[in-house]
T-cell receptor, first 112, second 113 residues
């Protein structure tokens, strides 16, 4: 089966940097996604990692280590609008659908 | 620029009733998915479809039925609603290809009384 773990809640200060970790166990890893979800809204795509290393996209970066089953999302220069849930999701290649399995999400609160 | 739309946005029903949640996408994406989102569980996959007339079960399919007679539509039916099916339901779609991201609809908040 699959298991995806991420912290339930985090708090950070506006302008700071925060790192949200995600660990996973899967026998058919085929990529890891991060999504952002504001309260009452749909998840929206942030980043995708399939190879080891860091992917940078503006204030957001995502890192992957396949050997450790570990990823993190790094948010720099935090803004109040970054208060949201961040969902880690793993793609499973064990069947042809390559479906996405989500972790429970990390709720980030950015304080002034 | 319609994208992927769900209806209704909110629904209240009673236990034992049948209810259908609609999902429509304008991109001609091959894959469509239904997830439910509950506190403490995150997004859990109910059913998915790889193409018209091809559907398969996800993690939590019991009590749900899907169909996909046309590529653009993927309705989800609760045949006899139960209180445990109170949840927020998200439909999603993506192109074929292993690194294609999911696009989500706005969700349907369903309450079963």
């Amino acid at each position: 089966g699959q298991n995806i773990d991420q912290p339930t809640e985090m708090t950070a200060t506006e302008g700071a940097i925060v790192q949200i970790n995600c660990t996973y166990q899967t026998s058919g890893f085929n990529g890891l996604f991060w999504y952002q979800q504001h309260a009452g809204e749909a998840p929206t795509f942030l980043s995708y990692n399939v190879l080891d290393g860091l992917e940078e996209k503006g204030r957001f970066s995502s890192f992957l280590s396949r050997s450790k089953g570990y990823s993190y999302l790094l948010l720099k220069e935090l803004q109040m609008k970054d208060s949201a849930s961040y969902l880690c999701a793993v793609r499973d290649r064990r069947d042809s659908s390559y479906k996405l399995i989500f972790g429970s999400g990390t709720r980030l609160l950015v304080r002034p | 620029d319609a994208g992927i739309t769900q209806s209704p946005r909110y629904k209240i029903t009673e236990t034992g009733r049948q209810v259908t949640l609609m999902c429509h996408q304008t991109w001609s994406h091959s894959y469509m998915f239904w997830y439910r989102q509950d506190l403490g569980h995150g997004l859990r996959l109910i059913y998915y479809s790889a193409a018209a007339d091809i559907t398969d079960k996800g993690e939590v399919p019991d009590g749900y039925v899907v169909s996909r007679s046309k590529t653009e539509n993927f309705p989800l039916t609760l045949e006899s609603a139960t209180r445990s099916q109170t949840s927020v339901y998200f439909c999603a779609s993506r192109q074929q290809g292993t690194n294609e991201k999911l696009f989500f609809g706005s969700g349907t908040q369903l309450s079963v009384l």
